[in-house]
């Protein structure tokens, strides 16, 4: 079970992993033009700090374009930079092109499971099917994943990974990784949510009360 920040932000990523936990990172052309900055010196750090697989966007619409554009990222980043595609046909023949030359794909934007199943046959390493956005327009984001994992688990030889994006909050993490996804990636905001509750910070603060009144009385 892995765990992917959703982020451009390096920051983000050198807190997350310092952490120790950090799979993998994942980036789209939204978050590069919220980070302001540029799109490769931004991977390029990125992949520095996590050592896990870093999903890379194409821009091109045309198989030719995206094969291009996906073959010069990987020979400019470093080697964990894996490229992200989306979910048209002719996502699937980059796809197909740029996994038989040995090359991880991503395929982004997959809101039915039979997207996925086609992104899988092509050979994708992940497929990104994204659960806040179905339950935005009124869908039940996580049926989808639950469909995608009953038919994984049906055909075994799919080596295809599920990775769950488009996460809202961190019970759509927990929902994803009951179903059995492989991969959830989510914004920084919620991998810190993740690891907080009131009642740790509660039973933090009175240990430590506790234990001054001891060290005050001369007991420690
Ligand atoms: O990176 C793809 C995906 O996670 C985007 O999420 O919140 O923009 O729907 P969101």
Same mark, same amino acid.
């Given at each position: ?16 992993? #310092? ?12 978050? $590069? ?16 700090? &996590? ?15 995206? $094969? ?18 989306? &979910?048209?046909?002719?996502?699937? $023949? ?6 038989? *030359?040995? $090359? ?10 039979? *997207? ?30 639950? *469909? ?27 929902? &994803? ?15 810190? *949510? ?14 430590? #009360? ?11």
């Amino acid at each position: 079970m892995e765990l992917f920040l959703d982020t451009a932000e390096v920051e983000e990523v050198r807190e997350i992993a #310092s952490w120790g936990i950090l799979d993998g990172v994942t980036t789209n052309p939204s978050l $590069i033009k919220k980070s302001g900055r540029d799109f490769k010196q931004v991977i390029g750090e990125i992949a520095e700090l &996590c050592s896990g697989p870093i999903s890379a966007e194409v821009t091109a619409m045309d198989a030719k374009g995206m $094969i291009e554009e996906g073959l010069a990222l990987k020979k400019e980043l470093p080697e964990n930079v894996i490229i992200k595609v989306p &979910c048209t046909a002719e996502g699937l $023949i980059a796809t197909k092109e740029l996994s038989s *030359q040995g $090359i991880g794909v991503n395929v982004t934007l997959i809101f039915n499971a039979s *997207q996925a199943l086609m992104a899988a046959k092509a050979g994708a390493m992940y497929v990104s099917p994204f659960v806040g956005r179905l339950d935005d327009i009124g869908q039940e984001g996580m049926d989808l994943i639950a *469909q995608i994992m009953t038919i994984w688990r049906e055909y075994p030889e799919i080596r295809t990974k599920v990775l769950a994006a488009s996460i809202r909050h961190p019970t759509h993490v927990l929902e &994803c990784l009951q179903l059995g996804a492989h991969t959830a990636t989510m914004p920084t905001k919620i991998f810190r *949510q993740l690891m907080k509750h009131p009642l740790t910070d509660s039973g933090i603060e009175r240990f430590l #009360s506790d234990w001054a009144e001891v060290e005050n009385a001369g007991n420690a």
